[in-house]
């Protein structure tokens, strides 16, 4: 068991520390190239993984469908968001925001899927919102990037959020009907064709200026850790936990977001962000813990 924790632990820091990574690439490199490379790079990843852990026929054309909008959702938009707002915003503050994932998926969940909620995720999904106005009250729309946050890049990371949380709820329609390495492939793979189009629109800006060695190696690390280790460790994980326990792991994702936005991009941690962090540690521990019921 404490192999499965140190996966789930490490599938978050992964998830974590790429925020830094985009931060990185987002201002050397335009958005939807990065967003192409990376599901095109990951595609390639997995294409020899599916074909020799999860040999079989075609998903049928239903669950094709939905990872379609699984991708556009949770890939294309997730990505595109993220990094048009790791432009504008920290890589602590971005961390932070995409730390509101568990309640924003428990109350989509509630009222998409009609699941019931207890009072305690309720608390969350606020606990949650709290701490993303503490981090925006002390913003302001002319905020930019560097060490500095911004409202505008927040929202644009909220909105990465609200793919991401429709996608996880997207995925509840097609478990067991496919593989997860089967699914993650098809999904990248048609995340690279919805992204096409806008990286080659935004090919010329590039001129391959800023694709020296580093910045290449960057997206390579970003494309296998964000969308192939994280996953496979993740799921290994899954395999030996509890879905409910495994959901307390996502405070490993602003943990790792914090330190390596101070460690590598000398962000100031500062009062705003310790109340933030603290507030989201305690929506996730809400919404995911597995209280003991009698």
Known sequence: MILAYLQLAVAMALVGLNVVIGKLLAEALPIPVIACLRCLLAALVLWPLMRRIEPGPRPAVPVLGNLFWQAAFGTALYNAALLGGLRLTSALEGGLVLATLPAVIAVGSALWLKERLSARAWIAAAVAGLAMAVIDVARSD????????????NGLIFVAVLG???????????????????????????????????????APDLGFRGMDAGIAGLLVFHSLTASVLAL???FNGLRRAKASVAGVFAAFLP?????????????VFDITHLIGFMLMLASILLTTWPWARR
Do not use: C, D, H, N
Not at 169 to 185: D, N, Q, Y
Not at 255 to 267: D, I, K, N, R, Y
């Open 142 to 153: 002319g905020g930019g990037g560097g060490a500095g946050g911004s409202l505008a890049g």
């Open 255 to 267: 943990a790792a977001a914090s330190a390596g936005a101070v460690a590598v991009l000398g962000e």
């Open 164 to 202: 991401e949380a429709t996608y996880v709820i997207l995925a509840k329609r097609v478990i067991g009907r496919t593989g997860v390495i089967t699914a993650s492939f098809w999904m990248q793979a048609f995340s690279a064709l919805i992204l096409l189009p806008f990286s080659l629109f935004a």
């Open 232 to 234: 496979l460790f993740w």
